[in-house]
Structure formats: structure tokens, C-alpha cells
């Protein structure tokens, strides 16, 4: 194995913390990964990685080694792309909400194949807050606000949102008409964040403001899916992007509330990690999904 394949290496069991999953993650057998660094340490003369039982981490020298080899694979895949005139090819690992994977993006993924036949998705979807770097993830489309700066992100577009419940649920609570009315008796279904680790409270726009409202509920969860089905099942209000529910609310099943003072739209983003120039296949997929939002 040449330096530059070695430095690969390097960098990908810093950003997984395992020797087993940077083999899996580069085709590779997880002895020739093993010999690469111990290669690579007795070339340099210093230890790069510590090794325990359960995870592997990056000495001080590693650290720095590391982000040498950033920018040296970067410089050379620039220069690599700048002289390439073939299509984009290779495997790119998306991470998208399940629900938006479904509605939006898979009815025009046969566009997107057909017109880069030589890339290959793997697309994981969920709730949960995933660590790019670490899990080898090239980009996400994330949905709200976004906290990690160590990340570049593109806006893709807002979604409305709405408050609702069911038709059962305001047959037996009653349909409020202002704020005030949601102190009188009603529940909400907590949907508890996993990037804050807590129930986010109702939100509303009153009057180019924004008025957090926290209703009792006896029922927490932490998936779209489960969170609509809860509210459909009578358990009580949601607040979620209109374009998820909008077959039950033409039929009659949910019932939107409070629109004087709907829900501030929520914003969606194309994140990847920063420090890495965007591959050709990361950049030809960034382009053609800002075009589908």
C-alpha cells in the first residue's frame, strides 16, 4: 500500500474509531488495514492511534496527522477532478428522514440514476441525530434549525407546518379558536428531540412573534411516523410539516387548528463535512436535489 492509500486509511479509522468498520467502510481486509498502520507508525516513528478495547482515538501526533491528511487527499482530489472528464461514479450514503425519503425524494430518484448511471445510493433514514465523519455518511438532509458548525450546509427550502388533531380528538375536546383555549383541558403528543433530549413545546406565530405553548401529554415519542399515528389515533394536538399529513387532512381524519397563528415554517438542509472538497458524485447529488425542493 502506497503513502497516499495509507493516509486514506489513517483518516478513516480516526473518523470511525475502529479499525473493523474503516476495513468494512473501504473494502478492505481488516489485516491489511492493520498492517497499513503499523506501516505507517514505523515510517513516522511515532504512535498515531491509542488502541482499546473498545474503541480506537488519535494520540496528539495522530490529531495533528490527521489534519495534514485532510488536506493533502483534498488537494489531490481536487486536482484529480479538475482534469476529469468522465461521469461521476462510485457509492454515495445519503441520510434523509424516512417520511421525506418516501414522499419527495424516492419518486425521483429514477431521474437522478438515469442521468448519473455509474453512482450507487445507500440511503438510511430515521429520526436520530447521526455523526457524518463517524458513520461515513456523505451528506444529510436535516430538517430545523441547525446547530453543528462543524458542518456545510445548503438550504433547500421551508417547509409550512401545521397544528392538528384528530376528528375524534375535537369531538371530545372541543375545537380551540385562540391560544387561551388550549389551557382549557387539552393535550399535546410530546415529541421528544433527540438532538436536545427533550419534549419540543407547540410554537405559534402571533403577530410576527413566536409563543412556545407546553400542554400536558401522557404519551412521548421520537418518530415522525409514531407521532402522526398517535394524533390520528386521538392521543392529541401535533404540530408537523403539512406536506406529511396532508391525505388525512383532506379526508377529514385530522383537523387543522389555529391557523391565524400557524407553526413558523421549518427549514431544510443539505449538510456534509467540512474540511473535504465535495466529491463529483456529492456535488452532481447536491445540485439535482435543490432542484427537486
Known amino acids: 500500500m502506497d503513502r497516499f492509500d495509507a493516509m486514506r ?3 478513516r479509522i480516526v473518523e470511525c474509531r475502529s479499525f473493523t468498520r474503516a476495513a468494512a467502510d473501504l473494502n478492505l481486509p481488516r489485516a491489511t488495514v492493520t498492517e497499513a498502520i503499523q ?11 491509542q488502541r482499546t478495547t473498545r474503541q480506537v482515538a488519535p494520540t496528539l501526533e495522530g490529531e495533528a496527522f490527521y489534519s495534514r491528511c485532510l488536506q493533502l487527499i483534498a488537494e489531490v482530489e481536487d486536482a484529480e477532478n479538475a482534469f476529469s472528464t468522465g461521469q461521476p461514479r462510485g457509492r454515495l450514503r445519503i441520510e434523509v428522514h424516512g417520511t421525506m425519503a418516501r414522499l419527495l ?4 430518484l429514477p431521474e437522478f440514476l438515469t442521468r ?3 453512482i450507487a445510493l445507500d440511503i438510511s433514514e430515521g429520526d436520530r441525530f447521526v455523526d457524518l465523519v463517524r458513520e461515513g455518511v456523505d451528506c444529510a438532509i436535516r430538517i430545523g434549525p441547525l446547530r453543528d458548525s462543524e458542518l456545510v450546509a445548503r438550504r433547500l427550502t421551508l417547509l409550512p407546518e401545521v397544528t392538528c388533531a384528530s376528528a375524534d380528538y375535537c369531538a371530545r375536546h372541543g375545537v380551540p379558536r385562540q391560544l387561551d383555549d388550549l389551557q382549557a383541558g387539552h393535550t399535546m403528543v410530546g415529541f421528544q428531540s433527540s438532538a436536545l433530549g427533550a419534549v419540543l413545546p407547540l410554537v405559534f406565530s402571533v403577530g410576527g412573534a413566536l409563543q412556545q405553548v407546553s400542554l400536558p401529554t401522557r404519551l412521548r ?5 409514531a407521532y402522526a399515528g398517535a394524533a390520528l389515533a386521538g392521543l392529541g394536538i401535533i404540530q408537523a410539516p403539512r406536506y406529511r399529513l396532508q391525505d388525512d387532512l383532506a379526508a377529514g381524519r385530522l383537523v387543522a387548528l389555529l391557523e391565524d397563528c400557524p407553526p413558523p415554517p421549518l427549514p431544510v438542509s443539505l449538510v456534509h463535512a467540512r474540511g473535504r472538497l465535495p466529491s463529483p458524485r456529492l456535488r452532481a447529488f447536491i445540485d439535482w436535489v435543490s432542484g427537486v425542493f
Do not use: H, N, Q
Open 116 to 118: 448519473y448511471p455509474e
Open 39 to 49: 506501516a505507517l507508525e514505523a515510517r513516522l516513528g511515532v504512535r498515531l492511534l
Open 221 to 225: 415519542v421520537s418518530g415522525a411516523e
Open 105 to 108: 425524494l424516492c419518486p425521483r
Open 9 to 11: 486509511v489513517f483518516t
